[in-house]
């Protein structure tokens, strides 16, 4: 049986499973879905010593809570935490496919995912290029509804986080980047959460764009000279959820691979399915979720040793 305490931002898909188990007969009891504020509702379930498993999707800061609250009985976890998820573009790729790509990713559910790109780094060789590239690629997007024709982007979850993205943007600028477009509110939809998607070049690693996660439309992109350095760099955080290349040099894909420190490295922006594992090193989790290896987290080991 399991309890499952819906997000206090979104609660309403969550609660929906609750109505679903119902229509098709799902046994009573076995899935409880319970909403309220967090620091009630989640510090109750999790410093019950009754749970034998908990897990989480969400910030690194909150695994931690749960983990200290939980210390009331030896628990199981399985946590998909927060990441700052680097991006190492070599200058053997498709400008044009590969600006697309970041342009799609960073402004789709306005940047808000987990595994979206944090840190962009790009050869210095097609480094103007692709700047270029991705501003052209940004022009086209408008905001407005998913019902909306075009490449829409919607708003941010709330005007906190809205109000975070532009502090990271005034961080950056005043740090030393360019703001080439975006990151400012517009009239038309100043009562709302939106803001227009940013792309901010010439970004460091000292920056709090590059320290934090985004989790926003924001698109930071800096130089690098070789791929020992972008890799150094791209490791250079706490966090470890997913990592990306674009590039078509076996070795170097090789390199790249075996030298990112994340659970899961993408290249040239393949992603994963349900069936494949979704895991975090470092900060970035404890566990797996997705894929039938998530499974063994919900078993206990039972060894038999017998004289027959």
């Known amino acids: 049986c399991c309890i ?3 997000s206090s931002q979104t609660p309403l898909a969550t609660l929906y499973l609750g109505v679903i188990a119902e229509k098709i007969g799902f046994p009573a009891g076995v899935i409880n879905i319970i909403s309220g504020p967090a620091a009630e509702v989640g510090k109750t379930l999790n410093s019950s010593s009754i749970p034998k498993l908990i897990t989480l999707i969400g910030s690194s800061e909150t695994g931690l809570q749960i983990m200290r609250e939980g210390a009331t009985s030896v628990k199981k976890y399985s946590f998909e935490l927060g990441g700052n998820a680097p991006v190492i573009v070599m200058p053997d790729v498709d400008l044009d496919e590969v600006a697309a790509n970041i342009v799609a990713k960073k402004t789709g559910f306005a940047g808000q995912t987990c595994v979206n790109y944090n840190r962009i780094y790009v050869q210095e060789r097609i480094y103007p290029q692709l700047c270029e590239k991705v501003a052209e690629k940004l022009r086209a997007v408008k905001l ?3 019902k ?4 829409v ?3 941010l979850i709330n005007k906190k986080a809205r109000d975070r993205m532009l502090e990271l943007v005034d961080d950056a600028v005043k740090s030393g980047a360019k703001l080439v477009m975006g990151g400012e509110v517009p009239e038309e939809f100043a009562k709302g959460a939106y803001m227009t998607p ?6 460091t690693d000292d920056m709090r764009v590059s320290k934090e996660e985004i989790f ?3 698109i930071p992109i800096q130089p690098f000279k070789t791929l020992d350095e972008a890799i150094e760099k791209a490791n250079n955080t706490i966090y470890g959820l997913s990592s990306y290349f674009f590039g078509h040099n076996a070795k170097e894909i090789a390199k790249a ?3 990112m420190e994340a659970g899961e490295i993408f290249i040239n922006g393949s992603g994963g399915t349900e069936q494949t594992p979704h895991a975090g090193v470092k900060q970035s989790g404890v566990g797996c979720d997705k894929s039938p290896w998530s499974l063994e987290e919900y078993f206990d080991f039972k060894y038999c040793a017998m004289i027959p």
Request: proline content about 12%; overall charge negative; aromatic content about 8%.
């Open 4 to 6: 499952i305490k819906p």
């Open 144 to 146: 407005g509804r998913w």
């Open 148 to 151: 909306d024709e075009g490449q």
């Open 153 to 155: 982007m919607g708003p």
């Open 198 to 203: 940013a792309l901010l070049v010439d970004v």
């Open 216 to 218: 926003g439309p924001i």
């Open 257 to 259: 691979f075996e030298g």
